[in-house]
């Protein structure tokens, strides 16, 4: 199968080359009432989300089971590991330098004029064109960690002041059941200063929980989760079954597709039309010298994707490729009274819409 496969990460911020420019294209004297324009070819674009995960053990993790109880919960190394979250399957067209039309109207047509796409593709005939707005990417998620003692509240002098590690995991052991206590105490109203209202409660409470949770935390450890989209894209130009669209690595997360330390991602791609005679050369060319309005009649295509087995994807989409060349007749165009607006989907190459 003949491909091209690219990858790259979707940046927080948008891109202004996120979102289609378009030029408008006057048919006039000055260009012979002719306007040149490509056919899309489809571009399959997956994307990727990919959750980072980053533990780190707390230093006292050893003492998790003999002073809290924890005997699994609790990080016992640093570590970072990578897990796939879902994916996304988009259409995108690149011109396609094969099917290279010149449209001619007709001298004394009304509002002779055509929308492209900066990279030549054709988006409307007589009509206005609005690109849809560029759609900001998924932001980036991550939980907070536990911060670093001595920094933080809850460490008493007590426990900074303890000598060996073991010393230290017993005081702070200690302030946690304290910090409890006092959380309870108050909640029941047996603590001797209650605080004077319901949000100053609140407040206090919060507090007491957030120095449990860092306290804690130099036992069980912390894990943070950050967030990541990537796109994978790949342009067909036929079937293909068991095709490598990436590498994933528990530990590095995204790699090539000839990185041997992940395991393979694989895309099945299947036509979904019955299978058509190669259009001859002398009708095409019979077409194309009537001066027709080339479109594509995209096909669908069965898109599934698999990692270690396991059905990651599974989706219908539309694939130029896999379709046919139609044509429209000059003459629609000839009308003055009721001029012709065509709506093309630059993505397919595909008529949206046709309005008089």
Known sequence: MKYLIFIFCILAAVSTEGQTRVTKKIASKANNYGITYSLPKTTLVVNVEVVKTTAKAGPFFRYAEKYLGVKNAAVTEDKVSYSLGKLHLENKGIPDPDNTYTVEFKAGTVAPYVYLTDDGRICTINAEYNPPAAALPPPESSSPTASAAGNSPGFTEELLMAGSVARQAEVAAKQIYRIRE??????????????PDGEAMKLVIQQLEQQEKTLVALFTGTSERETGYYDVGITPYEATENEILFRFSDRLGIVDADDLSGAPVYLNLKSLEPPVAPEPE???????AAKGIAYIVPGRALAEIYLNRKLLLKEETLVSQFGRIEYLAPTMFEDRKNP????????????KQIIQ
């Open 182 to 195: 006092s959380r309870m105490n108050i909640l029941t109203g047996e603590a001797d200063n209650l605080p």
């Open 282 to 288: 002398a009708a095409k060319n019979s077409k194309n």
């Open 340 to 351: 012709i607006k065509v709506y093309f989907a630059p993505e397919t190459g595909s008529i």
